[in-house]
């Protein structure tokens, strides 16, 4: 007695032929979604192109950033230059302030010198 399995090839085929399109479609749909990042995020750069200097500067941005973010070639994100000069002047300021309060603080500051030394009891 002999027993062979017969297995349909067309489930097996069509399997496979659906791995090897979505191999080849993988990159198509990855630079797409790239594609459609970078022109909805230029597009967000261009309202903002729309506000005034005081709004700018309270996102922490001028109007040359703005200009800067559009002289960049159409393939690279605008946005990506203005979030890094919002985070640069953010970084700026508190280190300022930081150093302002440091100065300020060291003219309050006097030795302890006629305070009496602590005796150990």
């Known amino acids: 007695m002999s027993t062979t ?8 085929a069509a399997g496979t032929l ?3 399109f979505a191999t080849l479609l993988a990159p198509v749909v990855a630079t797409s979604k790239v594609v459609a990042r970078t022109l909805r995020n230029r597009h967000d750069a261009k309202m903002l192109a729309s506000l005034d200097g005081h709004m700018l500067a309270d996102i922490g941005l001028t109007r040359s950033d703005v200009h800067d973010a559009f002289s960049t070639p159409l ?10 000069r919002a985070i640069e002047r953010r970084m700026h300021r508190a ?8 100065s300020t603080d060291s003219a309050f500051r006097q030795p302890a010198t006629d305070r009496p030394a602590r005796q150990a009891y």
């Open 95 to 102: 280190v300022a302030r930081v150093s302002r309060n440091a």
């Open 5 to 12: 399995a017969h297995y349909p090839a067309l489930p097996i």
């Open 75 to 84: 393939w690279e994100d605008p946005t990506t230059l203005l979030s890094e």
């Open 18 to 20: 659906a791995r090897v």
